[in-house]
């Protein structure tokens, strides 16, 4: 049985992208309807090294790139500052590096718009006193710290606050095609367990690095390349703003603090698939070795876990069938819009692939520009201008939650110890809906810390059981757990190992929890997402 | 970030250390070491734009029972002091009733030419309401008496021994020279009894109440100069030793791991420092310690103090006590005596302090001791005004006990 | 410094076995990082709670069914019957009396409404879920739900009710946990007023279930009046770290450990030995700035193994024994060190030390490394204390094997 819904616009994809093209169709007034297969964030928009671009990444050898970043980096600082720590970056220039790289560096940053300066090696190591004494030279850049999540938090606010819905946990299965258009597209609501119909007259493809997926559905050819990035995250933060090396872009080059913790990042593999999401433990050995060269601290220092996710990459030649293994830093890390009336006969179907998410307005504005034009809405887009809700806060600051709890003198009202989420949040987020765990988590960032939910994760549980008679707080417990758990086995030893197997003491040992109620090939309710 | 802020890496967030947390036993203005140290730090690191968002961290007294009970090493009251000093530097600095109770020296220094009336005035009730309400010092509070004769000219006027055979240098601290020369006395006759002659090398404060405070910079220049002073005995003759368990403490490893100096001399004054009750007892390790105690028929109550701890020297107080025949020696139950150096004077944290020693004050009215021997010059302060027993440092009893022998 | 015993680590093994050997005469320091699983269990007596995950219910019988080296197996049955005979008397003297044998399991209640296999439980723990259970918390706690330890008893076929009994004021009012609560209510003042809210909670019930944080410095005796007070039987379901009744039986150790004269020192670690031959002299302890020597006679370790901070694993895999560098079998890399589930079996948590029948380590063809070395509790290799809930009952046994052997060999 199916219900149907009708709208103008369908969005396929619930990453920032999507969410963002959604929100440049709001602003224009146009109606859209966003169905995503998991949760907002749950592609590679969750599964990153939070860096917002000051494009100098790209300054050398893609300079197209780098202008993009520099300039959505300006916006985006003006729109959602509250998704952003304002902590700039640096390149450094490391003993083996080659020094030829760092004139071509500064050029290209002059070239692509992005301001830099050059810093004394002295005052590099004021700014960052854990940087490794060996630095030669040191570059600062406008890079930022971005939280997508609460960058998606805010953009679905927006939208949803301007009458435009977005479906999570609704794939799409297939689409109604009729010649040379789309009429419907058919999505299976997860939690209901039953299909709908969405009837529209256009889609556009925002699903990143399933684009191709969902290309397939419609009957048009498209290659997405699934570039796998390994991410290590460490338990601290070690670093104030962004370290990068100056040199050409390889494993292990950029270490990004995020909150409270350092993203070391990251590896480069053509994978056969984007859900490939899984960790080699040479990879996170890896990621330590090679970012140690830049903070020494970091060989020594405790890891939380690891992440992977694909970088989106399109190339227009690429090979039918996509391959696996090799380096995908070639390719370029521009965006495009694909109007698949001219490239594929079907008339009303845009695809939006490529970039980075620091782009994602941009994109959205190019494609969304694109479609607006066909569809004779008039409308300019507005979201370079018009600020997200929460701009007001101001910049994130990581003492925020340390602040607050000071100052409401809310020690008392703590559960989540590592994150200090407090009673009331959680409260908050359960009153707004949320039965998992795992919701929760991305919702309020419990159980993010090092001590990967030992204690908050049993006392939410209970607030999640004095909410409702019904449901089964413990196995959700357990499968929390487990979910919490997988592909960590290449990232626990010392601390870590410490904790996990102090975890497993209360959980197995004192609560005598076994995991009944988790059958062993349990699908997870969302993949597991980074930090 | 220094080493020991890394140890933050070693929490497994078991709660250990809040369970021995004397502070936070007493009042919930605390909540506690692990909400303070590696929880609070990973909030706090890397951050340097403006106020930092901690008032509850002030309520520390830097114990350091926590680092003790911790099972993973976490150095949680060194975090914690760490994290004052930034909190006092995006103060713009302590404020004036903590400068001026962090440079004792200084205090004595200007008292000194009027000690006897010094001492009355701060006795007197109307005097101490005073002070409490201009600068925040509780009108409760022990207070030392500065003494007319410093150590320094006691010494001067002592004659060393003949036939010694070993040489062992003195750090006295601010306690022994202004207010309690007589346990420095009995510092050099137990050396001199067990065949040392003592030197006193120059020297000053070693900053450990500023450092305390949160002034890492002023205690930085305080311990460069004390390095300097001590640096040549740290060679010759080797031994350093302290009668101050908190000021030894300081010199054998707070200035490295809290102001971050670990150059070469530093280290060498610092492992060259003994507690004297440690030095005794290595003496006593060898064979070589004078044992002809007369007996002290007494009962005494033995309160380690929370610093001594630290040494990692396990109690040699104690093992020395059992030397002194007829002494009855009783330990103390409580980790903290309360005063934790100068916190327990500041108005403020005054009720708190009482509060932390309640758990000693009620042994000590239960056992009803003679006397109390403690080997910190503060904790010895508080003790007795809250007690009203005499309170003496181990060096004293031992002193005691070879005179009469 | 010098000792004629030294015992590395002051969790369940190493408090058992330094009380026994100054019992039998020995003078023992006793040296450990910090507090260890007393702190952090159940506070109740674990021989041998599962095998093959099926729940035992006669203990002494299921030890046969234990694989080769296990440690029940080298050390003996007599040794557990010995060492928990004589837990219950220290306790029992100590005013925290136990209740249970080794003829057979009993369900402990824990704050998830779980029945936990174990052997032994403090009193206040022991009481029988029988008739109508009132599962009540006290207002504010965040570390126990009425609710989801109610709802997990009532799938066990246990008639259970949540709720809540409110907390007279107090100066913890802002912020409290388990410890400053357990701590108010040592004071019979505070329990006099707390009486009748709790009271009032259970009424109509037959048992009250509550957290386990009556009283942590007067043994049962808080447990004990307010349970007169409030009129129906109290009993204590488990909860997450810190373990209140695993301070209590902390607080008895410490006194009894004074009591004998056993010296100690917290705070910092053991962090080598001195060998001479195939005799350890000393062990060597980090002090605030010098490494200290204690010489030594006899050396136990009781330092836990990778969760007690005794053994270090590596990043490759490897492990490392953290006070005398005793072998310890590694893996080929870290990915065999946990299970695919975290609620699973972790090998990393069975790794330890290879000891022989004296609790000797021993090298790969079973001779004996150090003469005068002997390892205990959950330092040694061959079971899981958590996964087949052993820990209490190995940490005894092997202290009471250790004080035989050492009481016999007359003291230096």
Redesign the interface.
């Known amino acids: 049985m199916t219900t149907t819904l009708e709208t103008d616009v369908v969005v396929v994809g619930g990453g920032v992208t999507g969410v963002a093209v959604l929100r440049d169709l709001a602003l224009r007034g146009v109606h859209a309807i966003l169905v995503e297969r998991f949760d907002l964030g749950t592609g590679t928009s969750g599964r990153w090294h939070g860096l917002l671009h000051s494009g100098a990444r790209y300054a050398v050898r893609d300079q197209e790139s780098a202008r993009e970043c520099i300039e959505e980096n300006t916006t985006l600082r003006r729109i959602a500052p509250h998704t952003i720590e304002d902590i700039g970056g640096l390149f450094v220039l490391l003993p083996p590096d080659d020094e030829a790289y760092a004139a071509q560096f500064v050029e290209g940053c002059r070239a692509s718009g992005i301001p830099t300066e050059e810093l004394s090696t002295a005052a590099a190591h004021r700014r960052e ?2 940087l490794a004494p060996d630095v030669r030279l040191a570059f600062a850049v406008p890079d930022g710290g971005i939280d997508s999540w609460a960058l998606l938090r805010s953009m679905a606010a927006d939208v949803e606050a301007r009458g435009c819905q977005v479906l999570v946990r609704h794939p799409i299965v297939g689409v109604e095609r009729t010649g040379d258009r789309i009429t419907a597209v058919r999505v299976h609501d997860a939690v209901a367990g039953q299909d709908r119909t969405i009837g529209c007259q256009w889609v556009v493809n925002a699903a990143g690095a399933w684009a191709g997926d969902v290309g397939r559905m419609a009957g048009v050819p498209l290659t997405m390349i699934a570039g796998k990035g390994v991410m290590v995250v460490m ?6 703003g962004v370290v990068n090396a100056c040199r050409k872009p390889a494993d292990g080059d950029i270490i990004v ?1 995020q909150h ?2 350092a993203i070391l990042g990251t590896t480069s593999e053509q994978v056969s698939s984007a859900d490939d999401i899984s960790v080699p ?1 040479a990879d996170v ?1 890896r990621m330590i070795d090679m970012c140690a060269q830049m903070v020494p ?1 970091i060989a ?3 890891v939380l876990r690891a992440f992977a996710g694909s970088r989106p990459l399109y190339k227009p030649e690429a090979p039918a069938g996509g391959g696996a293994g090799g380096d995908t830093r070639e390719v370029s890390r521009t965006f495009t819009v694909l109007d698949h009336a001219s490239r594929d006969g079907l008339d009303n179907m845009f695809s939006i692939v490529g970039g980075k998410l620091t782009t994602c307005r941009q994109m959205a504005e190019a494609v969304v520009d694109r479609l607006a034009e066909r569809m004779g809405v008039t409308e300019p887009c507005r979201t370079a201008t018009e600020v997200l809700p929460g701009a007001d806060h101001g910049h994130h ?3 925020a ?3 607050r709890v ?2 409401d ?1 809310a ?2 009202e ?2 989540c ?2 994150e ?1 989420v407090t ?1 009331g949040q959680v409260r908050e987020a359960v009153a707004s809906g949320l039965t998992e765990l795992e919701d929760l988590r991305r919702k309020v960032r419990l159980g993010y ?3 990967q939910a ?2 908050c994760a ?2 939410a ?3 999640l ?2 909410g409702s ?1 019904e449901g ?3 196995a959700g417990l ?1 499968r929390f ?2 979910e ?2 997988r592909g ?3 990232t ?4 870590q ?19 009944d109620g ?1 059958p ?1 090939e349990a699908a997870a309710v969302s993949p597991e997402e980074g930090a | 970030m220094l080493h020991v802020e890394q140890t933050a890496d070693h929490c497994i967030k078991c709660n250990v250390c809040n369970t021995v947390c004397p502070v936070s036993a007493v009042t919930d203005l605390f909540p506690g070491p692990k909400y303070e140290g590696p929880q609070g730090q990973r909030f706090r690191a890397g951050i340097d734009t403006g106020d930092s968002p901690d008032k509850s961290l002030d309520y520390c007294s830097a114990c350091g029972l926590c680092t003790q009970a911790c099972p993973e090493g976490v150095m949680v009251a060194e975090i914690n002091q760490i994290a004052r000093s930034r909190l006092v530097g995006d103060r713009g600095g302590l404020r004036l009733r903590d400068q001026i109770i962090s440079r004792p020296s200084l205090m004595g220094l200007m008292a000194r030419p009027v000690a006897p009336v010094a001492n009355a005035v701060m006795a007197a009730k109307p005097v101490r309401v005073l002070v409490e309400k201009a600068m925040g010092v509780h009108r409760g509070a022990a207070m030392p008496k500065f003494s007319a004769m410093t150590l320094r000219s006691w010494a001067r006027s002592h004659r060393d021994p003949a036939g010694t055979t070993r040489t062992v240098a003195y750090f006295h601290g601010c306690a022994a020279q202004e207010f309690e020369p007589e346990v420095g006395a009995a510092v050099v006759r137990v050396l001199e009894r067990n065949g040392a002659r003592v030197t006193f090398p120059k020297q000053g404060c070693c900053g450990l109440p500023l450092v305390s405070n949160g002034d890492f910079d002023a205690g930085r220049s305080y311990a460069t100069r004390l390095v300097r002073a001590l640096r040549g005995s740290a060679d010759d003759p080797g031994v350093i030793v302290a009668s101050s368990t908190s000021c030894g403490m300081t010199l054998k490893a707070k200035y490295r791991e809290l102001l971050g100096l670990d150059d070469a001399d530093t280290r060498a004054v610092s492992q060259a420092v003994y507690d004297i009750c440690e030095y005794l007892v290595g003496l006593d390790d060898d064979g070589s310690l004078n044992r002809s105690f007369a007996p002290i028929r007494a009962r005494a109550l033995y309160h380690p103090p929370c610093q001594l701890m630290a040494h990692g020297v396990g109690l040699p107080a104690l093992d020395l006590l059992a030397l002194v025949p007829g002494l009855e020696v009783e330990r103390s139950r409580a980790g903290c005596c309360g005063t934790a150096g100068t916190y327990g004077v500041k108005v403020e944290k005054y009720q708190i302090a009482m509060d932390v020693g309640q758990t000693l004050f009620d042994q000590v009215a239960a056992s009803r001791p003679d006397f109390i021997v403690c080997d910190s010059e503060t904790c010895r302060w508080h003790i007795a005004k809250s007690t009203g027993l005499p309170v003496y440092h181990p060096v004293q009893v031992l002193d005691r006990a070879y005179a009469t022998a | 410094m010098r000792a004629d015993v030294v015992v590395v680590g002051a969790g369940p093994a190493g408090l058992a076995t330094a009380t026994r050997l100054a019992e039998a005469g020995r003078q023992v320091l006793l040296l450990a990082r910090g507090n260890g699983f007393t702190h952090w269990g159940a506070g109740s007596v674990d021989v041998l709670g599962r095998v093959g995950g099926e729940p035992v219910e006669r203990p002494l019988e299921a030890l046969d069914r234990l694989p080769e080296g296990h440690p029940y197996h080298l050390i003996g049955q007599a040794a557990v019957r010995d060492g928990l005979d004589w837990f219950s008397r220290f306790t029992a003297a100590a005013g925290l009396a136990h209740r249970g044998d080794l003829e057979r399991n009993r369900g402990q209640v824990t704050a998830f409404g779980t029945l936990r296999p174990t052997c032994l439980v403090q009193e206040p723990a022991a009481g029988e879920l029988s008739g109508r259970v009132a599962v009540v918390n006290f207002a504010g706690f965040r570390d126990f739900s009425s609710a989801l330890c109610a709802q997990r008893l009532r799938r066990a076929g246990i008639d259970a009710t949540p709720a809540s009994a409110p907390l007279p004021a107090w100066d913890h009012d802002r912020y409290f946990t388990g410890v400053e609560l357990a701590r108010a209510i040592d004071d019979a003042g505070f329990r006099r007023r707390l009486a009748p809210g709790l009271a009032r909670a259970a009424a109509g019930a037959d048992v009250a279930v509550v957290p386990a944080v009556l009283g942590v410095g007067r043994g049962h005796e808080p447990w004990a009046d307010l349970q007169s007070l409030v009129g129906t039987p109290l009993v204590e379901a488990a909860i997450a770290p810190p373990s209140i009744p695993g301070l209590r039986l902390f607080a008895a150790y410490r006194a009894r450990l004074e009591q004998l004269g056993v010296r100690w020192q917290f705070g910092f670690p053991a962090v080598g030995v001195e060998r001479d031959g195939d005799r350890v002299t000393a062990v060597r302890s980090e002090g605030a700035s010098r490494v200290l020597a204690t010489r030594c006679q006899e050396l136990v370790l009781a330092t836990g193994g990778v969760a007690g901070n005794g053994i270090e694993a590596n990043r490759d895999g490897t492990l490392t024994e953290r006070v005398a560098g005793l072998p310890v079998d590694g893996f080929g890399d870290r990915l065999g060190f946990l299970g695919t589930r975290f609620l699973g079996d972790q090998p990393l948590a069975a790794a330890g030390v290879r000891v022989d029948g004296e609790l000797r380590p021993m090298d790969a063809s079973g001779a004996p490394l150090l003469a005068n070395v002997r390892c205990v509790g959950g330092l040694l290799a061959g079971h899981d204390p958590t996964v087949e809930g052993s820990r209490e009952g190995v940490a005894l046994a092997t202290a009471a094997r250790v004080a035989a052997l050492l009481t016999a060999t007359p003291a230096r």
């Open positions: 006193p854990l338990a601290s933060r070690y670093v104030r603090p409270e913790v433990p050995d601290a020594s220092g405790r600051q990581v003492a939650p340390l602040a000071e100052r003198q020690y008392g703590l559960i110890e590592c200090l009673r810390g090092p001590c030992a204690f049993w006392r549980a209970g607030m059981a004095e008679e089964d707080p413990v357990e757990l487990e919490r758990w960590q086995q290449s626990i030893w010392g601390d190992a410490r904790q996990a197997l102090l975890n497993h003491a209360i959980y197995r040992g004192i609560f005598d929890l076994r995991g988790v062993d």
